[in-house]
């Protein structure tokens, strides 16, 4: 396969994985589709998973990767970056999208560990805001009983596992093509790419 149309092949994945990191790291902020969470969010009352806050989604495997996604894209088009230089450069923009993929891949991992805030009881226990899962190293993935534990806001639990699952998918994806962009890069930097040069 060519160098250009190897680009191609990782930019355009990247161009949909990286709104879907945005779109699932904002709805994070609205457990339960509610903004009345977000709201109340302020003053030392955490109502919002801590994790979310980190942003990974939107920053790491979003924006982080974006920006390299479009120079990626363009050493694949004819008489632009699609050159030795352009090869080279699209090593470092891979790169960067590495480090966003890695941070959004750390954020997302840690927010499935320790489990969404929620106000919840587990019966013998008044109600409180917190995060009843966190210190179980994920433990309450394998057990639905114990996501009954979280009363508020409705069915957060899964809404969190749902989210934070696809933000980790995503994340190793884009780890994986940046990966593999930063080796075509430099295959294109050291042997040449497909087109005149």
Not at 44 to 73: D, N, S
Request: with cysteine; hydrophobic share 45%.
């Amino acid at each position: 396969m060519c160098t250009g149309s190897c680009s191609k092949f990782v930019a355009i994945p990247l161009y949909v994985l990286a709104p879907v990191s945005i779109i699932c790291n904002i709805m994070l902020f609205f457990p339960g589709f509610e903004t009345k969470y977000a709201a109340e969010d302020r003053d030392g009352l955490l109502r919002i998973t801590e994790e979310v806050k980190y942003m990974g989604g939107l920053i790491g495997g979003g924006i982080m990767v974006l920006i390299p996604a479009f120079h990626i894209h363009l050493t694949s088009a004819k008489n632009c970056c699609a050159n030795r230089c352009g090869m080279f450069l699209s090593i470092g923009f891979a790169a960067v999208g590495v480090l966003g993929a890695v941070y959004s891949l750390s954020a997302a991992g840690l927010g499935l560990s320790n489990g969404p805030t929620c106000l919840w009881s587990n019966g013998g226990t008044p109600l409180e805001w917190g995060t009843p899962f966190a210190g179980g190293n994920g433990s309450y993935l394998a057990n639905k009983d114990m996501w009954n534990w979280c009363k508020e806001p409705e069915n957060v639990v899964e809404f969190n596992v749902g989210l934070f699952s696809t933000l980790l998918v995503a994340a190793c994806v884009e780890l994986v093509l940046c990966l593999i962009q930063m080796v075509n890069g430099l295959f294109g930097c050291i042997c040449g790419t497909c087109g005149k040069e």
